[in-house]
């Protein structure tokens, strides 16, 4: 991981990993940048409006003029699905990346094969969506890693077996979100497939870090506080697992192994792609790797910027030696007991912040 001298990276005696001060930081200081998500998806919705290259919302910037949602540049090969620019430069630098033209390609694929899976369900066939008829245990159990470990087991299973997964697959009816979560696996397996095929003049600039597949790995798993809060996280993680080694090409289903880590890391570390600083829409997700290592503070001393693809990380108050750089991950305007509650459900973790510590010391002292 590359970052700014000033910054040390250690850890912590409450939560993880951390990034530390090393001398005293000025405010409006870059300590740390990542040019590009490691995984993303722009949600459906929001495909036309939103710049495929640089995340710009079409929405925002015509405020003014209601009628303008959508951009009208466009990438449209045969064999790819149809991909929307703000620019003519946002076009040239997603076609010559590489990953974008292979990306539309293989969710031109993902999209066909749920519409032929979706059919088949719709004709009343029954296919992979009884899911006690393969993976072990039912809903009502306690959820353990064991149990978890031995449902993937199971999934790996059918996807060695050719006929068994093209008989689960091909009437299994993919929600909506699950092919949100397909696009954003297969865009790591495309940036992983790229990166190893990649020319030995090759320029990182479209790749997330030099060696992205390890330090995704490196990355904390909230896999099982996940499924244990959201049982039904677990089916639809397997059902994507499924459908990829269904639907992908050969020369990508290699690849496929990696869902699992991929999926078991991205609730945790994942980061909202908004419209703008106001965070009135959310447009997608992405996994931005080495920005996944701050934790979280209720009084945060960094703040955190997106110019286009580009995530940027800047101190926004004087900041001493040895103090911890912290971001926010939810809105801190809440009372303490709306940020506790949604730091552990949709972040699985008791906030141990200054400030929570503080404010829990005031709360008991009051009653
Ligand atoms: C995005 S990761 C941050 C990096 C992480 N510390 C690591 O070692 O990979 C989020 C995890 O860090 C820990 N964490 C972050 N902020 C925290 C906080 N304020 N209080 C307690 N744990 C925190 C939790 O374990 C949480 O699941």
Same mark, same amino acid.
Not at 330 to 334: E, G, S
């Given at each position: 991981m590359v970052t700014h001298p000033l910054i040390d990276f250690r850890t912590t005696s409450y939560g993880g990993r951390s990034f530390f001060a090393m001398q005293p930081i000025a405010p409006g200081i870059q300590l740390l940048t990542c040019e590009a998500p490691f995984a993303h998806v722009i949600y459906k919705d929001y495909r036309r409006e939103v710049c495929a290259q640089c995340f710009a919302y079409a929405a925002s910037v015509f405020r003014s003029i209601n009628d303008r949602r959508t951009w009208s540049i466009r990438s449209c090969r045969e064999g790819a699905e149809s991909v929307w620019f703000c620019t003519d430069n946002c076009r040239i630098v997603w076609e010559s990346g590489g990953i974008g033209p292979l990306l539309a390609e293989m969710n031109a694929i993902l999209a066909k094969s749920q519409i032929a899976t979706r059919k088949k369900a719709k004709d009343g066939l029954r296919g992979y969506d009884s899911p006690d008829t393969i993976f072990p245990g039912r809903p009502d159990v306690q959820i353990t890693q064991g149990y978890i470990d031995k449902a993937w087991a199971e999934a790996e299973d059918l996807a060695s077996s050719r006929p068994r997964l093209s008989s689960y697959c091909s009437t299994m009816n993919l929600e909506d979100m699950e092919l949100e979560i397909a696009r954003s696996v297969t865009s790591a397996i495309v940036q992983r497939y790229v990166f190893d095929h990649r020319p030995t003049n090759f320029s990182p600039s479209m790749i997330a870090t030099l060696d992205p597949w390890t330090a995704v790995l490196d990355l904390q798993s909230s896999e099982l506080s996940n499924v244990q809060l959201r049982p039904y996280v677990l089916l639809a993680h397997l059902r994507v697992h499924a459908f990829l080694c269904h639907s992908l090409p050969k020369h990508l289903r290699?690849?496929?192994? =990696?869902v699992r880590a991929l999926l078991a890391r991205d609730t945790g570390n994942s980061f909202g792609i908004w419209d703008g600083d106001d965070r009135d829409e959310m447009l997608g997700w992405g996994v931005w790797v080495s920005a996944s290592y701050f934790n979280h503070s209720c009084c945060p001393n960094l703040k955190m910027t997106r110019t286009g693809r580009t995530m940027r990380f800047t101190t926004s108050r004087p900041i001493e030696a040895g103090e911890e750089l912290c971001i926010s991950y =939810?809105?801190?305007?809440?009372s303490m007991a709306q940020r506790r509650r949604e730091l552990e459900d949709s972040w699985f973790f008791t906030c141990r912040c200054q400030r929570c510590q503080s404010e829990g010391v005031d709360e008991a002292y009051q009653h």
């Open positions: 290699q690849y496929v192994p =990696i =939810i809105d801190i305007n809440q």
